[in-house]
């Protein structure tokens, strides 16, 4: 396993498409985890799964975004009616739950530029 | 309240010199984690080190050095001997047990290392 792999790696979009990412976690993680991290700002938590169960979502996460993670492995993230602000940087992020000895493994992120 | 600042939004130092990031962070727990990631201009954030409190041995790896205090909260990262291969962003971040392990980052430093 090399990884938690994110696709695309670039989007761009204009305004008011819908957009869907995907993260494949490192296989034995239990965890998944989403951020988000705007320009000049750390990374923002949005939501999070234990396997295939959502367990919380940021107030961040406004209804136009969804997460799913159907068989406990892959997660999708989808974005419905774009907006230039949900312009950022997204995050995907991988772990054992209660295992902190390398906190989370982190993908390379999907850039999204809405215009 | 939880919540991990970095007063440092932008460090320049000529390489060779020894530079220190600084963390404060605030949490109610008795048991939490703290780590240090680094965001190279590639974009992926790269585990650096974990701490947990009931930790507080200062660690020394390589050139990379942790001064962990919970009298003042702080979590310091010292880079002895830049190189600048050490331009990154690095962001300190907080686990807490209650929160169900979900980490909070600050809002990083941004690293120059001139040559």
């Known amino acids: 396993d090399t990884g938690v792999s994110q696709d695309p790696r670039h989007k761009i979009t204009k305004r008011g498409q819908n957009v869907t990412f995907r993260c494949d976690p490192i296989s034995e993680h239990n965890r998944l985890y989403w951020y988000r991290q705007t320009l000049g700002q750390g990374p923002e938590f949005l939501t999070y799964f234990q396997n295939e169960a959502q367990l919380e979502k940021s107030r961040l996460l406004s209804d136009r975004f969804s997460a799913e993670r159907p068989k406990g492995s892959f997660s999708t993230l989808e974005i419905q009616r774009t907006e230039q602000g949900d312009s950022a940087m997204y995050l995907c992020?991988?772990?054992?739950?209660?295992?902190?000895?390398?906190?989370?493994?982190f993908g390379s992120g999907t850039r999204l530029t809405v215009v | 309240a939880q919540k991990v600042t970095q007063a440092q939004t932008e460090i320049s130092v000529v390489e060779k010199e020894d530079v220190t990031l600084d963390c404060v962070y605030e949490?109610?727990?008795?048991?939490?984690?703290l780590f240090w990631y680094k965001q190279p201009p590639s974009g992926e954030l790269v585990f650096l080190i974990r701490r947990n409190s009931f930790d507080e041995q200062n660690e020394i790896s390589g050139r990379y050095s942790w001064n962990f205090q919970k009298s003042t909260s702080s979590f310091n990262f010292t880079i002895t001997a830049s190189q600048v291969v050490d331009s990154a962003v690095y962001f300190c971040?907080?686990?807490?047990?209650?929160?169900?392990?979900?980490?909070?980052f600050g809002k990083g430093t941004r690293l120059h290392i001139l040559p």
């Open positions: 949490t109610r727990d008795t048991t939490y984690y």
């Open positions: 971040a907080l686990g807490e047990l209650t929160r169900d392990d979900k980490i909070i």
């Open positions: 992020a991988s772990s054992i739950y209660r295992d902190f000895n390398y906190g989370y493994t």
